[in-house]
């Protein structure tokens, strides 16, 4: 497939329990985003993946929240310690243009549901 | 730090009536202004963008949006509304180097 994928699409898990969200980018983007979609709510920033620069972490909201990307790959979203408020739908995107009017291409999401 | 701003939770407009949607932004440098689409139940998906030349932007499905640096704006408008537009709808800048930031959206209703 050409678009980004993101799984599992749904994660029921229990409160305290930790989880992984699975990021796949468009082969060749450089840039990876994760946010966080609270129902009825925006966009909230998580983390930003740029090539082999080092993340912007600055929207990790507790240091229960983690997240990797091998080279210009697969990125995955640890969340530890679930609380009921991380319940949300979790989104990837990713863009190729360095310039700075680059697209981002949105994955499906991964909603996670802690209870 | 750059910042977007959609003052609008939600909009209600008549099918067939203009519509606007608002975003006002805020940033250091040359602004890249994007708008992006959410439809329910589906995944954001692009709608246009602003880079450079002209303020009036097109983009998908009859949407455009006008670039007043002045105002620092980047308002999303549509001649004529539709039912199918009903989405939430998010606004978002990036200032050369730094992350792309997002509106809180503003949702859509078109009214039959």
């Known amino acids: 497939g050409a678009g980004v994928s993101q799984s599992p699409s749904n994660k029921v898990t229990e409160k305290g329990k930790d989880v992984e969200l699975r990021c796949d980018p468009i082969?060749?983007?450089?840039?990876l985003y994760w946010y966080r979609q609270r129902l009825g709510q925006g966009l909230e920033f998580l983390i930003y993946f740029q090539g082999n620069s080092a993340p912007d972490k600055s929207g990790l909201p507790s240091d229960r929240f983690s997240a990797e990307r091998t080279g210009e790959s697969v990125s995955t979203l640890t969340i530890q310690r679930t609380q009921q408020e991380d319940s949300a739908v979790y989104l990837c995107?990713?863009?190729?243009?360095?310039?700075?009017?680059?697209?981002?291409?949105f994955g499906p999401g991964t909603r996670l549901l802690v209870l | 730090a750059q910042s977007v701003a959609q003052p609008e939770d939600q909009v209600n407009v008549a099918e067939g009536n203009p519509l606007t949607v608002k975003c006002t932004y805020s940033?250091?440098?040359?602004?890249?202004l994007f708008w992006y689409v959410q439809y329910p139940n589906r995944g954001l998906q692009f709608l246009l963008k602003?880079?450079?030349?002209?303020?009036l932007v097109k983009g998908s499905y009859g949407f455009e949006a006008e670039f007043n640096k002045s105002q620092t704006s980047f308002h999303l408008k549509k001649p004529s509304a539709l039912v199918s537009d009903s989405a939430l709808y998010f606004c978002a800048v990036r200032d050369g180097n730094q992350k792309v930031t997002f509106g809180i959206g503003t949702k859509l209703q078109v009214i039959p």
């Open positions: 995107a990713s863009s190729v243009d360095r310039r700075g009017g680059e697209t981002q291409y």
């Open positions: 602003y880079i450079t030349g002209d303020n």
């Open positions: 940033v250091s440098g040359n602004p890249y």
């Open positions: 082969s060749g983007h450089t840039a």
